[in-house]
């Protein structure tokens, strides 16, 4: 069975430019979560959909990052315009939440790491 | 969610077994105790989790203290695929799904 897959994996930018990323959950998991990981420390979440819907992204940094999740399956975030401070690892996760308390394990991608000029 | 603090780093001889400890003297009574490793340029993969017995898998084997205030992973045989940093995470489980946050973790080097 195929992870999660990130595209692209590397991604070098001069700052005020525009990026995005793309991830593809595991085929059936319902709920997507996208977290940044700077150098040397843990990921941080970002957001966090169910379906289609985004239902925490109380840590995303609305000024310029953006995402969807349309159909409910692949994702896209995106950074306009990019910073300096926004070099990091974008990680994406998926995970197949049944709506019951539970453990859902999370899936993660290999991530892209993002430098900006 | 309780905060978790363990040490930044550690070695370990390749063969022998490498014993993770993880404090979390906040944890309340719902909250369950998760590991999770991350390989060079990799995503983090999950390892194991508990509430307040102790668990074993194919991985690892999840020791929690009877306060539930600290925890130790136990990796049996450790590789040189076993380096990588290990992060311990206290979190509820909710319908919503678990919400995870990571800390700096342990970066173990396994040596030859």
């Known amino acids: 069975e195929a992870g999660v897959v990130q595209s692209p994996r590397y991604k070098i930018i001069e700052k005020k430019q525009p990026v995005a990323f793309w991830c593809n959950p595991i085929s059936g998991h319902n709920t997507l979560y996208w977290y940044r990981q700077n150098l040397g420390q843990g990921p941080e979440l970002l957001i966090r959909?169910?379906?289609?819907?985004?239902?925490?992204d109380s840590q995303l940094p609305k000024d310029r990052f953006s995402a969807e999740r349309l159909k409910g399956v692949d994702s896209t975030l995106k950074i306009q315009p990019a910073e300096l401070g926004d070099s990091a690892v974008y990680l994406c996760?998926?995970?197949?939440?049944?709506?019951?308390?539970?453990?859902?394990?999370?899936?993660f991608g290999p991530g892209t790491r993002l430098t900006v000029l | 969610d309780a905060k978790t603090t363990q040490p930044p780093s550690m070695d370990c001889a390749e063969g022998r077994a490498a014993n993770l400890p993880c404090n979390h003297s906040?944890?309340?009574?719902?909250?369950?105790v998760y590991w999770y490793r991350q390989i060079h340029s990799q995503g983090p993969q999950y390892i194991i989790h508990?509430?307040?017995n102790n668990e074993t898998n194919e991985m690892a084997s999840l020791i929690i203290t009877e306060d539930r205030k600290s925890s130790t992973l136990i990796l049996p045989h450790a590789t040189l695929r076993d380096t990588a940093v290990y992060y311990c995470?206290?979190?509820?489980?909710?319908?919503?799904?678990?919400?995870?946050?990571f800390g700096g973790g342990t970066r173990v080097l396994v040596k030859p």
């Open positions: 906040t944890i309340s009574g719902n909250e369950y």
């Open positions: 996760a998926s995970s197949l939440d049944h709506g019951t308390s539970g453990f859902n394990e999370q899936f």
């Open positions: 995470i206290v979190s509820g489980q909710s319908a919503a799904g678990n919400k995870l946050t």
């Open positions: 508990g509430l307040k």
């Open positions: 959909y169910e379906n289609e819907e985004a239902v925490d």
